[in-house]
T-cell receptor
Framework: GEDVEQSLFLSVREGDSSVINCTYT??????LYWYKQEPGAGLQLLTYIFSNMDMKQDQRLTVLLNKKDKHLSLRIADTQTGDSAIYFC???????????FGTGTRLTIIP | NAGVTQTPKFQVLKTGQSMTLQCAQD?????MYWYRQDPGMGLRLIYYSASEGTTDKGEVPNGYNVSRLNKREFSLRLESAAPSQTSVYFC?????????????FGPGTRLTVL
């Protein structure tokens, strides 16, 4: 079945850029998503990218997709304390509308 | 709009007790989902409902049942709770378009089974 992998932890100094990485196995993935989960809350969609795109930028967020290597990344510029959260990568595929989630990466900001 | 609401927020059960987790959405979405979140394991799909009147098993359905009561409401029932069901449970809803599935999540129910 499909598999989505992320590293569990990332620490970044306030003001630096954060890069959260994700790899997936399903070659028929169509949409890839980044969700943010703040402490004690549900998940909120941050951004998504369609599989025929290489990059998508939205203010401080940049998503890069390498379809050949099945690698997705989320870059957060000028990381702030409010960016502390767990970030989940997820994907859907043709014929499979259900989301497959990664394990989540806990981003910690060092003052 | 309230979005996706879940009740209760917290619950403690003893092994063998039963309970129902409630979920409602006011976005007129066709699809609804139940997930559990455990440390280091991400979100795992328990059951989903692609439309009113249909339900299907997800990745980890054992020990759970669901009811899609109407388009708005999707409940999750634990008939005989076990300590392995200690987890945070999330309900979500979406309107699937092609394979684009932007899901909206509730705030979660934190369940402890002793």
């Amino acid at each position: 079945g499909e598999d989505v992998e992320q590293s569990l932890f990332l620490s970044v100094r306030e003001g630096d850029s954060s890069v959260i990485n994700c790899t997936y196995t399903d070659s028929s993935s169509t949409y890839l998503y980044w969700y943010k989960q703040e402490p004690g809350a549900g998940l909120q969609l941050l951004t998504y990218i369609f599989s025929n795109m290489d990059m998508k930028q939205d203010q401080r967020l940049t998503v890069l997709l390498n379809k050949k290597d099945k690698h997705l990344s989320l870059r957060i510029a000028d990381t702030q304390t409010g960016d502390s959260a767990i970030y989940f990568c997820a994907e859907t595929a043709l014929g499979n509308e259900k989301l497959t989630f990664g394990t989540g990466t806990r981003l910690t900001i060092i003052p | 709009n309230a979005g996706v609401t879940q009740t209760p927020k917290f619950q403690v059960l003893k092994t063998g007790q039963s309970m129902t987790l409630q979920c409602a959405q006011d976005m007129n979405h066709n699809s609804m989902y139940w997930y559990r979140q455990d440390p280091g394991m991400g979100l795992r799909l328990i059951y989903y409902s692609a439309s009113e009147g249909t339900t299907d098993k997800g990745e980890v359905p054992n020990g759970y049942n669901v009811s899609r009561l109407n388009k708005r409401e999707f409940s999750l029932r634990l008939e005989s709770a076990a300590p392995s069901q200690t987890s945070v449970y999330f309900c979500a809803s979406s309107e699937v378009s092609g394979s684009h599935n932007e899901q909206f999540f509730g705030p979660g129910t934190r369940l402890t089974v002793l």
